[in-house]
C-alpha cells in the first residue's frame, strides 16, 4: 500500500495532491504533502498552505530534505535537477545574490532538459555521467541560445522585441552554480562523488578592456539625463533615474547592484547623516565576496539625499491634489535603468557592452589618475577590508577616505563647470508648486 501514491509531484515517500471527497472531487485548491504511515497502516497529510503547485512542490521539497535520511538508493537516483533544487532551497535562497543564483541554476535546468529530451543525457541525471564535455556542450548552448526581450505594440500586444547574447562570464557562472550544488550535495551525504569539473576563470572569458570615460564624457552623460535626446525614451522626463544613478555612481564609486539597493529608509540603517557616512550595506544583509564598503558623504551627494524619499534610483509618479490644490509627486524605486543608459550610450558613442558599471571603473581610474590615496581608493571600491574591530571605529574618523572623498570632490567640481544643473537635486523638474509624498 505505501508504493501507491498519485498527485503531481512525488519525491522520496512523499507525494502532491488535493483532499478529495468520496466523488473524487477536490474539497479544496490547497496541495497536501501526503505519505503513508507504516505504524499508524495510514496515509498522513499536511497541508502546504498554498493553491500554487510550483510553491506546493518547493514546501514539498523542504518537508522532504528537513525528515528524510537519504539510503543508499535515494544516493543511487540523486539527480543534477535536485542538486541545483535542493541547493536553492536550502543555502542559494537566503544569500544576497538569491537572484543571480535562480538565474543561473534555471539556466543550467533548462539545457539539461533539452539534452535529455534529445536523449543526449539519461533521466535521472546522476554525477557520474556530468563530465567536461557535457560542460562544453553547455557553453555552446548557452552562447547560442537568444535573449528575446518583449514588449508591447501599439495594439497592446506582447511582440519580441531587441535580440542579445549572453556573455561567456554568464555561462561560466552557472558552470560554477552546478559545481556549487553538487558540493553542497556532497557535503549533505546525498551523494557518493563530484565530477571534476573545470569552469573557466573571468580572465580567460572576459577580454581585457581598457575603454573608460573621461571627466568630459561623465559632463555629457549628465547634461543628457536633464535635458535629454528629443526621443520619446529619451524625454528629460524620463531620464530622472538615469541622473540619480549617475549621480549615486559617480559619488560612491559603487557597482550596479549597490546602487540600486540604496535607501535613506531608516530601517535600513544606510545613511548616517550625522556622522555623513553612507553604508552600501544595508542593515541585515551578509556581506559577500564582493564587500559593500562605508563611505564619506560628500556634499553634492547629501543634497540628493535629503531630497530622497527611499530608493535613491527612482522614478516619480505625479498626481494633482484638488484639495489642497497643489500637485503632489510620489517617488518609486526602479530596478533597471537599461533603456535609458542604451539611449544615453547611443547618443554619446559609448561602445557596445558597455554598461552602467562603466562609471564605477571611470571614476577609479580618475581618481587613481588624480593621485589619491591608492589604499583609500581600493577600500572604497571594497577590494580591501579592515579588519572588523578596525573598521567599526576607523569610519568615524574625520580622516576616515579622505583622499579618496577630496578626489572626488575635485571631479564634482568639474563637472559643475560642465554640468552644473544636472547635479542640482531638484527633486522635479518644475518644482513650482509641487508637494513632495513622503511615506
Not at 27 to 53: E, M, P
Not at 99 to 113: E, H, N, Q, T, Y
Not at 251 to 261: G, K, M, S, Y
Not at 324 to 336: K, L, M
Amino acid at each position: 500500500m505505501s508504493n501507491v501514491k498519485g498527485g503531481v509531484y512525488q519525491r522520496g515517500p512523499f507525494w502532491l495532491d488535493l483532499v478529495r471527497g468520496a466523488d473524487g472531487r477536490p474539497a479544496s485548491d490547497r496541495w497536501y504533502i501526503w505519505w503513508y504511515d507504516a505504524a499508524a497502516g495510514r496515509q498522513q497529510r499536511k497541508s502546504t498552505r498554498t493553491a500554487d503547485v510550483r510553491l506546493a512542490c518547493e514546501r514539498l521539497d523542504e518537508h522532504y530534505l528537513a525528515t528524510h535520511t537519504p539510503t543508499e538508493a535515494d544516493k543511487a537516483v540523486y539527480s543534477a535537477h535536485a542538486a541545483l533544487t535542493d541547493y536553492w532551497l536550502e543555502h542559494g535562497q537566503h544569500l544576497p545574490s538569491a537572484d543571480a543564483i535562480k538565474s543561473r541554476s534555471r539556466l543550467m535546468v533548462r539545457f539539461l532538459d533539452v539534452e535529455i529530451a534529445a536523449g543526449r543525457l539519461p533521466d535521472p541525471l546522476v554525477p557520474d555521467r556530468i563530465d567536461d564535455r557535457m560542460i562544453e556542450r553547455f557553453r555552446a548552448w548557452a552562447l547560442a541560445d537568444p535573449l528575446v526581450a518583449r514588449k508591447k505594440d501599439a495594439d497592446g500586444n506582447w511582440i519580441d522585441g531587441k535580440v542579445r547574447f549572453r556573455a561567456p562570464s554568464t555561462v561560466e557562472e552557472a558552470v560554477i552554480q552546478l559545481k556549487a550544488a553538487l558540493n553542497h550535495a556532497y557535503r549533505a551525504r546525498r551523494i557518493t562523488y563530484v565530477p571534476p569539473l573545470q569552469h573557466k576563470t573571468r580572465d580567460k572569458v572576459t577580454p581585457h578592456r581598457t575603454y573608460r570615460l573621461s571627466v568630459e564624457a561623465l559632463g555629457e552623460l549628465l547634461d543628457y539625463s536633464l535635458s535629454g535626446s528629443g526621443k520619446y525614451a529619451g524625454h528629460a522626463d524620463r531620464l530622472l533615474p538615469l541622473r540619480r544613478y549617475l549621480i549615486a555612481a559617480i559619488c560612491t564609486l559603487a557597482r550596479p547592484d549597490a546602487i540600486f539597493d540604496l535607501s535613506v529608509a531608516p530601517a535600513r540603517q544606510q545613511w548616517h547623516r550625522n556622522a555623513g557616512l553612507l553604508d552600501l550595506n544595508p542593515a541585515g544583509r551578509i556581506q559577500t565576496k564582493k564587500v559593500r564598503p562605508t563611505l564619506p558623504v560628500v556634499p553634492a551627494l547629501d543634497s540628493w539625499l535629503q531630497a530622497t524619499d527611499e530608493w535613491f534610483v527612482c522614478r516619480e509618479a505625479r498626481s494633482f491634489d484638488h484639495r489642497q490644490q497643489i500637485e503632489v509627486v510620489e517617488q518609486v524605486g526602479v530596478g533597471s535603468i537599461r533603456t535609458a543608459w542604451e539611449g544615453a550610450a547611443a547618443k554619446l558613442g559609448i561602445p557596445a557592452g558597455w554598461g552602467p558599471k562603466l562609471i564605477r571603473h571611470s571614476m577609479a581610474t580618475i581618481l587613481a589618475s588624480r593621485r589619491v590615496d591608492l589604499i583609500e581608493l581600493e577600500m572604497a571600491l571594497g577590494h580591501r577590508v579592515l579588519s572588523k574591530t578596525t573598521g567599526r571605529y576607523a569610519i568615524f574618523d574625520p580622516a576616515y577616505l579622505g583622499t579618496v572623498k577630496a578626489g572626488i570632490e575635485d571631479v564634482l567640481a568639474d563637472l559643475t563647470r560642465m554640468a552644473g544643473p544636472a547635479l542640482h537635486a531638484k527633486v522635479t523638474q518644475k518644482a513650482d508648486n509641487v508637494a513632495v509624498l513622503r511615506a
